[in-house]
Nanobody, 127 residues
Framework: QVQLVESGGDLVQPGGSLRLSCAAS????????IGWFRQVPGKEREGVSA????????SYGDSVKGRFTISRDNAKNTVYLQMSNLKPEDTAVYYC????????????????????WGQGTQVTVSS
């Protein structure tokens, strides 16, 4: 049974930092891609960042490049999203997702390519 559990969402001031975690289980870790997406009410889900667990390659959405960093801990089957210099427009529910069916598991940011999703964690950037 595939499970993805996000944590780390919080209220933070503009310019602040936050680290999100996505703990995964139930599938072969090394043959997967983990992606982070975010969504606000009334808008489409936006791809934030992704990492391939096959080769460690990463990708970032244009709006977060230079501010967010994705990383992984293979021993814990966990992916992290370090978010820095946060802006009010980063406010959203953040979801992690797993693609375990589409080799070669490149770090794409298309939501439709991911089969499993976590429950989401709220990030609010406000003074």
């Amino acid at each position: 049974q595939v499970q993805l559990v996000e944590s780390g969402g919080d209220l933070v001031q503009p310019g602040g930092s936050l680290r999100l975690s996505c703990a995964a289980s139930g599938f072969p870790w090394g043959y997967s891609t983990i992606g982070w997406f975010r969504q606000v009410p009334g808008k489409e889900r936006e791809g934030v960042s992704a990492i391939s667990n096959t080769d460690g390659s990463t990708s970032y959405g244009d709006s977060v490049k230079g501010r967010f960093t994705i990383s992984r801990d293979n021993a814990k089957n966990t992916v992290y999203l370090q978010m820095s210099n946060l802006k009010p427009e980063d406010t959203a529910v953040y979801y992690c997702a797993a693609d375990i069916e589409r080799p070669p598991f490149t770090p794409v940011l298309h939501a439709w390519m991911y089969q499993y999703w976590g429950q989401g964690t709220q990030v609010t950037v406000s003074s």
